[in-house]
């Protein structure tokens, strides 16, 4: 009997939903579900997770992955609107229970904590965000002597990046440094003596990094008990947005489903562009190979997103790429506007044309909201954001500051934290800098002091107050003595520890008032948590956007312009997109095209940055640009050519002009066409 709600659905991504699973039968073999982009890939996800519970799978038995809480969350509402038009009122129920929905992250770290005491380490340990980590390795970086070597050694953040770079990849260092890091080969040693230093200094903080949580579960699944435990606990594991994972995150899954029975991963190799993140594309492409014969591949290929010829000009960008899932989309949008391919002086009259064109589909109608400026790196936009503000148009530009990165909010996490796991040398080392009369060296020894202590913040209150410290010291001791487990409860512990915060907050800081409304949103957050454990876990992992002035939404306007990296627009859709600077050094990038793989990644962002567009799409190419590359003492303006991803074969899908239009040449004015002086005979009759 046919299932009403899947009658919306196509006939793949029917096929999709439906594999694998009957009244009674829930498994099915690995299934590969390559979904194009504006595929319908979500709602197809939502509908095989709700199909599953509709035919008896026991939803606390079900994993699904995404890349963000959010998205997570996104998923659980969808699946609960589908559950109830077959359950009716008790689809809420079933969906609550879908409690393993989040990120890879999320659930290493829920995982670990589980299992802590088999694994050796103390379930109590806390999360350091990347800023947190480098400052650790900063202090490790310092202690070791690094920092005074004679020629610059590696700043905190290539440390890291490099430490993370081997540990996602699982790459060898010596093949990390040679390939993406050549101009540190040389202190590999030191490099290595420094990882080793940083772990050590983590496990005695009891602090795990980022990094952490995948590797720590990797090694845990290299048991084979643990492992087949944490395998069977799951009948079905989803995984979205499989182009995006690395070798780590697929060691896992692997390692979890061996033979792949229940396991379901949805990608487009066409959009994996998070190779600076350690991502591989070779994860999606291997997939059938992995898991042969069982594997099978469904291909999603009708786009609901894009007319016509948009899909036209970017199915024959992605057909030279040199190794693909092959697909073509195809849509019923049929339109007569084709992309525009616009050549254009130089950077400050591309920016002319995108706010005449912007302007002009506003008189048509069109929000600008609804239009969007992508570019492939973030100062790309400079000369258009200049035009904009000059002209009054209100934008946003995506990549602003998040929560943990502006420094209030990291007071008073670091707070919650240090209560928490008092030997998180990081998180203490920030919070008593936060008082008067205490620096680096007073509160290095405080820390050192407590150490060793198996009850530290009891030895904390022992200690004798720094000198210059007054009762400032008294109401910080007093204030972690408040936000002991147990004590105050969970949310009102984050009230305690914002009313010690706040005279600190407005004697630090000039804007404090408008920093406290940040505050109080952190607070409000808190109360959607159940503990103080999972907050911070979780906030740590997937921190929302920031309140403050220096990130956000224009505030006096309900109408703003899209500007964003390509990177950033994964997802999104507008129904007007403009891209900037489609020309070799832009797209690709300069330093995009050391290798065919670097190629071919910057191949798949133009083509993700094409299909995010609906109805209109404009493609820039100007002649001459600006490049942040060039020697300072010379030209910084290069002459440009049209991306070699757009050749001469793909022009006939795209309406190709220049901007602005040459207009006849007034009465008596030179003609700028009419040629003047036969240069080329001169130089060649010079030699004759």
Request: charged share 25%.
């Amino acid at each position: 009997m046919s299932a009403a709600y899947l009658e919306k659905l196509n006939e793949r991504q029917r096929h999709a939903v439906e594999h694998g699973v009957a009244p009674g039968v829930h498994g099915g073999g690995p299934l590969l579900i390559i979904a194009g982009a504006g595929s319908g890939k979500t709602n197809t996800l939502a509908h095989r997770v709700a199909h599953l519970i509709v035919n008896g799978a026991d939803p606390r038995r079900i994993l699904l992955m995404t890349f963000s809480r959010r998205a997570a969350a996104e998923m659980g509402r969808r699946v609960e609107r589908i559950c109830s038009q077959v359950l009716g009122g008790k689809a809420g129920s079933f969906s609550d229970a879908l409690a393993w929905a989040g990120t890879f992250h999320g659930i290493g770290a829920r995982l670990l904590r589980e299992h802590a005491t088999e694994i050796g380490i103390d379930p109590d340990f806390t999360i350091h965000d990347r800023e947190d980590s480098a400052d650790l390795m900063n202090i490790v970086r310092h202690e070791l002597g690094f920092s005074k070597t004679e020629s610059r050694f590696p700043t905190k953040a290539t440390c890291l990046a490099v430490y993370s770079r081997a540990v996602n990849a699982e790459q060898p260092l010596e093949g990390v440094l040679r390939d993406s890091f050549p101009w540190c080969s040389a202190w590999e040693k030191q490099l290595r003596e420094l990882f080793g230093a940083y772990v050590d200094a983590k496990q005695a903080q009891n602090v795990l990094d980022y990094d952490d949580l995948l590797l720590y579960w990797a090694q845990m699944m290299g048991d084979a008990v643990l492992a087949e435990e944490s395998g069977s606990r799951f009948d079905h594991v989803l995984v979205d947005e499989y182009q995006d994972t690395n070798r780590l995150q697929a060691s896992i899954l692997r390692a979890m489903k061996p033979d792949g029975r229940g396991l379901t991963v949805v990608g487009d190799d066409a959009q994996s562009i998070y190779s600076f993140r350690a991502a591989t594309v070779r994860n999606i492409l291997d997939f059938p190979a992995t898991f042969t014969p069982a594997a099978e591949i469904i291909t999603l290929d009708r786009n609901y997103r894009s007319t016509h010829p948009i899909l036209a000009a970017a199915n024959g960008v992605i057909e030279l790429a040199r190794e693909r899932f092959t697909k073509n989309l195809w849509t019923e949008r049929e339109s007569t506007e084709r992309p525009r391919l616009v050549t254009v002086r130089d950077e400050s009259v591309q920016a002319n044309y995108v706010v005449e064109q912007v302007l002009q589909n506003r008189e048509g109608g069109m929000l600008l909201k609804q239009q969007a400026v992508l570019f492939r790196t973030s100062h790309h936009s400079g000369s258009l954001e200049v035009e904009l503000t000059r002209r009054n148009i209100p934008f946003v530009k995506f990549g602003g500051l998040k929560f943990l990165d502006s420094a209030h909010v990291k007071d008073m996490l670091a707070a919650l934290r240090f209560a928490q796991n008092p030997r998180d040398r990081v998180a203490g080392f920030r919070l008593m800098q936060l008082l008067p009369g205490v620096g680096p060296q007073t509160a290095g020894r405080v820390l050192d002091a407590i150490a060793a202590d198996p009850e530290p913040l009891t030895t904390l209150c022992e200690i004798p107050a720094p000198p210059r410290s007054g009762t400032d010291w008294i109401s910080f001791v007093d204030m972690l003595q408040a936000l002991r487990p147990g004590r105050a409860g969970w949310p009102s512990e984050i009230g305690t520890a914002r009313s010690w915060y706040e005279p600190h907050l407005e004697r630090i800081h000039e804007d404090a008032e408008m920093r406290k409304a940040d505050l109080l949103q952190l607070e409000q957050i808190a109360t959607g948590y159940p503990s103080r454990e999972r907050f911070l876990t979780e906030l740590t992992l997937d921190p929302p956007d920031a309140t403050s002035d220096q990130a956000g939404v224009p505030l006096l306007d309900e109408d703003y312009l899209i500007l964003s990296t390509i990177h950033s627009a994964k997802g999104q859709e507008w129904k007007s997109v403009f891209v900037l600077n489609c020309v070799d050094g832009c797209i690709p990038s300069d330093l995009g095209v050391g290798s065919t793989a670097e190629v071919e990644e910057e191949r798949r962002l133009l083509y993700v940055a094409m299909t995010r567009a609906r109805d209109s799409l404009h493609l820039t190419t100007p002649q001459r640009f600006f490049t942040h590359g060039q020697n300072a003492h010379g030209d910084r303006h290069v002459y440009a050519s049209r991306s070699r991803f757009i050749p001469a074969t793909l022009l006939q899908f795209f309406e190709c002009s220049a901007w602005p239009v040459a207009t006849p040449a007034a009465a008596g004015q030179r003609d700028a066409h009419q040629l003047r002086v036969d240069v080329r005979a001169r130089m060649r009759g010079m030699w004759r």
